[in-house]
């Protein structure tokens, strides 16, 4: 048989009743990705709002921060569910890991999020982290692409060393509406430091709250940005898998929205890209969280849903749809 018949013909199932191709024998219709990712940082606001002082110390986790982000790896562990973390490696300083141990042992993947959340658009040295600006001898002497590297190196090496953890994909701090494109450079970067993957695209949307809470224009614009979050592949090969809006610091921090609002914003959010067999990529910070939802109300509302239509849609890291992307 060409190759080229057997092409069409597979193409023109799509348009065959379902009932006729599986007669024919065809795959299943494609289901829906869900990613659930939690990144491990400090975030600024929390826990109270006048904390600004973890953008100089953002791996500093407070001992809140760290049981819920265990909690909510036992949640999804005992639901058969596997969550995708991104670490800040200045964690690995910390004298007690014994939290991110079990987290890695439940099964949890475990990314790179740099060692210091440096910013990977930063022009000079000093603009990549708070912590260089107001400690600039960290830095001195080094050039922006030398902080960088360094950055994401050593946190591969620290998780490796402290915690015998291979770490699992890269998400820059900070999500950009148009990623990596516009920077062939940092891509060409993350290849050769052994990253396969990225996620780094943040697409726009709207998110404002007014008195009477958080509009359907508002729900609309999150719900219709699922599809500027799909995954693709750079020129340079490097595959991005892109943050799902809405984040929990964009809607709870920077937009003072409820949870009943989060949760609902993130439930149209699914079965959207449950009906349209898309991927979705859920974003969260516990140090956030753990204030805003302490009874992980988000997590076990995405985990029921996706359960519910098992047929159509399933819960994945981040790897496993990386590797779907041609
Ligand atoms: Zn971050």
């Known amino acids: 048989m060409t190759r080229y018949p057997r092409r069409r013909f597979v193409t023109g199932l799509a348009s065959t009743p379902?009932?006729?191709r599986q007669a024919l024998g065809a795959q299943p219709a494609k289901k829906a990705q869900i990613a659930i990712t939690y990144d491990l940082e400090m975030s600024r606001n929390y826990p109270t709002r006048k904390n600004i002082e973890w953008d100089y110390r953002k791996g500093d986790l407070d001992e809140a921060t760290k049981k819920y982000s265990l909690e909510a790896a036992r949640i999804a562990a005992k639901a058969g569910v596997k969550l995708h973390f991104f670490l800040v490696g200045r964690v690995l300083e910390q004298q007690d890991i014994a939290w991110l141990e079990e987290i890695h042992e439940l099964g949890h993947p475990i990314g790179n999020h740099t060692y210091d959340h440096v910013y990977l658009l930063a022009r000079t040295p000093t603009e990549t982290q708070f912590r260089f600006t107001r400690s600039p001898w960290?830095?001195?002497g080094k050039t922006v692409p030398q902080i960088l590297r360094e950055n994401i190196r050593l946190t591969q090496i620290a998780m490796k060393q402290r915690a015998g953890i291979e770490q699992n994909g890269f998400r820059t701090p900070g999500g950009f509406n148009t990623g990596l494109t516009e920077r062939p450079d940092i891509q060409a970067m993350l290849l050769e430091l052994g990253f396969k993957w990225?996620?780094?695209?943040?697409?726009?949307?709207?998110?404002?709250?007014?008195?009477?809470?958080?509009?359907?224009?508002?729900?609309?614009?999150?719900v219709k940005a699922q599809a500027d979050a799909q995954p693709f592949k750079y020129?340079?090969?490097?595959i991005e898998v892109p943050m799902s809006p809405i984040s929990d610091v964009n809607a709870f921090r920077s937009n003072l929205w409820t949870l009943d609002e989060f949760v609902k914003a993130t439930s149209l959010s699914i079965k959207e890209v449950i009906q349209n067999q898309m991927t979705f990529d859920f974003l969260c910070h516990p140090s956030c969280l753990v204030i805003e939802d302490p009874q992980h109300v988000t997590l076990k509302t995405m985990i029921d849903l996706v359960k519910s239509n098992a047929d159509k849609a399933a819960i994945t890291p981040i790897d496993r749809i990386a590797e779907t992307v041609k």
């Open 18 to 20: 379902l009932l006729l």
């Open 138 to 140: 960290l830095v001195k």
């Open 198 to 222: 990225v996620s780094s695209v943040y697409p726009n949307h709207l998110a404002k709250r007014t008195e009477q809470g958080v509009s359907e224009e508002v729900f609309d614009s999150i």
């Open 235 to 238: 020129e340079s090969g490097l």
